[in-house]
């Protein structure tokens, strides 16, 4: 039986960029996938990346994300293309105007290029916006946006040149622990051992953690873009842009506009429906669930209205939290069973920094940014399956205005006091 340090399960851009980060700091590593690599959910992202996020410490990790993907091509050796045109956040309601204006000076705070600017200033930036309704508007200089296969492809390219091993179309169906302890993967090509075993099974998080025992309370939730024809007025030059209580996004993308969001009613993906040979390119997409949300914004994009030729509509699985924090660190119970998700639907952008935060966890047992926030112990109590459905579809559905941290999260055992 092949031996490795460490088998990471999964490589889309968590499992890609951790696989990366851990070949680097000289550990044989093995990349496993069910499927093609990089060829499920983080393939059909829409690839935005910015600075701001909810919280101080994921606003941190998200810059030094961008950072990361600025020098991506110094270094991992792969080619990387990206636009730098900004991004900028639109609100309606006067409750999202404060948010905006709350974002903006942590962004100050934290040293980030972070501006009011006028809403007429964003129509300058943006012509597709027009201001009717538009009470703020946040800009963001230096966020960015980018075909996003080109993250975990290029980590796991750059992974095998630094030796670690990509072993594609084969599948983890049992996870081996022996005295409290993660030892080897039983695969349908074989079995591997490894000291320390990686779960980053994205929408199959959960499904892969409980081969082991271990709890990975996500919940997969179907999540879809269109994009356009081209139209004559796109330049790659113009913002990413956001409606805050609308929840959705609009960016330039092959001549045309890319529009996604977040419905109000969304669908998850329990664990019925998502069986372990399920792919990405099985997943039932619905066209009107996207032009429920152009209509919401038909006064600020009248442009989805009048032109409704695409050339793409794809989706994928990320993966909610009851709290909306990702899920980063060993599991409570199984040794050696370190768990990277619970993507929150920003797992693809801020991957570079938690690849790497991940790799020093297991080579060091600590990081240099703070992911305490992440860590999978803090579920060690179990959550109700019923509060982990509803409370991470209330998170997808209010998902720019969603405030992390509150409510509380219950633990089981307090549910049933
Ligand atoms: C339409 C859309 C737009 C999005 N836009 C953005 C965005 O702009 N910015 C952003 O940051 N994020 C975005 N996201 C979210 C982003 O795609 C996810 O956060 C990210 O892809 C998660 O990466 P991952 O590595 O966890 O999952 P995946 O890319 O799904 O990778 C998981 C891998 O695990 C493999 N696997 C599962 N089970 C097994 C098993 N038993 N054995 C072996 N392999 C297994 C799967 O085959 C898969 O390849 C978007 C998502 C969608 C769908």
Redo the contacts with the bound molecule.
């Keep these: 039986m092949e031996r490795f340090d460490v088998i990471v399960?999964?490589?889309?851009?968590?499992?890609s960029s951790t696989a990366f980060h851990l070949a680097r700091l000289g550990r044989k590593v093995a990349l496993?996938?069910?499927?093609d690599i990089a060829?499920?959910?983080?393939?059909?992202?829409?690839?935005?990346?910015g600075h701001l996020r909810q919280t101080e410490a994921m606003t941190k990790l998200s810059t030094y994300a961008v950072g990361k993907i600025e020098r991506f091509s110094d270094e991992t050796g792969e080619p990387i293309e990206f636009y730098q045109p900004g991004s900028m956040s639109c609100a309606r309601r006067p409750e999202d105007a404060a948010l905006i204006r709350e974002r903006v000076a942590m962004g100050e705070r934290l040293g980030i290029s972070a501006e009011l600017i006028s809403p007429e200033e964003a129509r300058a930036r943006n012509p597709f916006l027009e201001t009717k309704g538009i009470l703020a508007v946040s800009y963001m200089k230096r966020d960015l946006y980018l075909e996003?296969v080109q993250l975990?492809r290029g980590y796991a390219r750059a992974a095998a040149k630094l030796g670690a091993t990509l072993i594609a179309n084969?599948?983890?169906?049992e996870i081996v622990v022996e005295n409290g302890a993660a030892t080897r993967v039983v695969?349908d090509r074989g079995e591997f051992a490894a000291g320390t075993i990686v779960d980053?099974?994205?929408?199959?998080?959960r499904?892969?953690a409980a081969l082991a025992g271990a709890q990975a309370p996500v919940v997969p939730m179907r999540?879809?873009?269109m994009i356009t024809t081209p139209l004559a007025a796109v330049k790659s030059s113009q913002p990413v842009t956001r409606i805050l209580d609308a929840n959705v996004y609009v960016r330039p993308d092959r001549g045309g506009l890319m529009f996604?969001g977040y419905e109000r009613d969304p669908m998850p993906y329990d664990r019925d429906k998502l069986a372990?040979d399920f792919k990405?390119e099985d997943l039932e997409l619905d066209l009107t669930v996207l032009r429920r949300l152009t209509d919401s914004v038909k006064d600020q994009f009248p442009i989805f209205q009048e032109h409704l030729d695409l050339q793409v509509h794809?989706?994928?699985?990320?993966t909610m939290t009851v709290d909306g924090e990702h899920i980063v660190g060993e599991t409570p119970g199984v040794r050696g069973l370190y768990v990277i998700?619970g993507?929150n639907?920003?797992?693809?952008?801020?991957?570079p920094a938690l690849g790497e935060m991940l790799s020093e966890l297991i080579t060091t047992g600590e990081t240099s940014l703070d992911i305490s926030r992440m860590s999978p112990s803090r579920f060690a109590a179990g959550i109700p399956e019923q509060e982990l459905q509803e409370r991470c579809r209330e998170r997808y559905a209010k998902y720019y205005t969603f405030r992390i941290g509150q409510p509380p999260v219950r633990s089981a055992a307090a549910a049933s006091a």
């Design positions: 399960i999964g490589s889309g851009a968590l499992g496993l996938d069910k499927s060829s499920q959910t983080s393939a059909r992202a829409a690839g935005l990346s996003p975990p084969t599948r983890v169906i695969t980053a099974a994205g929408g199959w998080l499904l892969v999540h879809q873009l996604g372990s990405i794809r989706g994928g699985l990320p998700g993507c639907v920003g797992g693809l952008s801020v991957s």
